[in-house]
T-cell receptor, first 112, second 113 residues
Framework: KQEVTQIPAALSVPEGENLVLNCSFT??????LQWFRQDPGKGLTSLLL?????REQTSGRLNASLDKSSGRSTLYIAASQPGDSATYLC???????????FGAGTTVTVRA | DGGITQSPKYLFRKEGQNVTLSCEQN?????MYWYRQDPGQGLRLIYY???????QKGDIAEGYSVSREKKESFPLTVTSAQKNPTAFYLC????????????FGPGTRLTVL
């Protein structure tokens, strides 16, 4: 069974600092990996999706890398802003089904 | 406006009652999913459906039931057999033939009185 871990569980940084969020997974036979953002009491918003054949994806200030062989992905957020405060979750889809396995998330606070 | 809607936003259930959570999408997505989220935990998959009139159990299906009679709709019933139903329930959909990105609804918070 796929296990997804996100460390740390919480992170607090001053505005302008770059954010580095980590995600690890136990089974490297994945189809894709997705990063989501969740604001308190809300649904999830997709940020980036990386296919298993890709090494990274970029969108604006966000960059996500994938190292399938070591079972790791990293989400970088450049020049953080208070509006980036949220919980960030990563999720992995297995290569043999349509299910996503989620990590517990990293809650980020960006201090003004 | 394209998207996923869930209703109600808040739901209160008495012991022994069945309740049904609504999920509708107008994105023409083939796949739909139900997740449960508890504080401090990641999302756990309850049921998912790839096509109309077909669905599969996820990791925590006991005490829940679903139907997929229409492509746009995937309601979830929380039965009295679910012993600890208080949680935040999220519905999602995806076009698995295209981007495969999952799009989420705003969620329903269920509380057992």
């Amino acid at each position: 069974k796929q296990e997804v871990t996100q460390i740390p569980a919480a992170l607090s940084v001053p505005e302008g600092e770059n954010l580095v969020l980590n995600c690890s997974f136990t089974d490297s036979a994945i189809y894709n990996l997705q990063w989501f953002r969740q604001d308190p009491g809300k649904g999830l918003t997709s940020l980036l999706l990386i296919q298993s054949s890709q090494r990274e994806q970029t969108s604006g200030r966000l960059n996500a890398s994938l190292d399938k062989s070591s079972g790791r992905s990293t989400l970088y957020i450049a020049a953080s802003q208070p509006g980036d405060s949220a919980t960030y979750l990563c999720a992995v889809r297995g290569s043999n089904d349509y299910k996503l396995s989620f990590g517990a998330g990293t809650t980020v606070t960006v201090r003004a | 406006d394209g998207g996923i809607t869930q209703s109600p936003k808040y739901l209160f259930r008495k012991e022994g009652q069945n309740v049904t959570l609504s999920c509708e999408q107008n994105l023409n997505h083939d796949a739909m999913y139900w997740y449960r989220q508890d504080p401090g935990q990641g999302l756990r998959l309850i049921y998912y459906s790839q096509i109309v009139n077909d669905f599969q159990k996820g990791d925590i299906a006991e005490g829940y039931s679903v139907s997929r009679e229409k492509k746009e709709s995937f309601p979830l019933t929380v039965t009295s057999a679910q012993k600890n139903p208080t949680a935040f329930y999220l519905c999602a959909s995806a076009d698995t033939f295209s981007t495969d990105t999952q799009y989420f609804g705003p969620g329903t918070r269920l509380t057992v009185l």
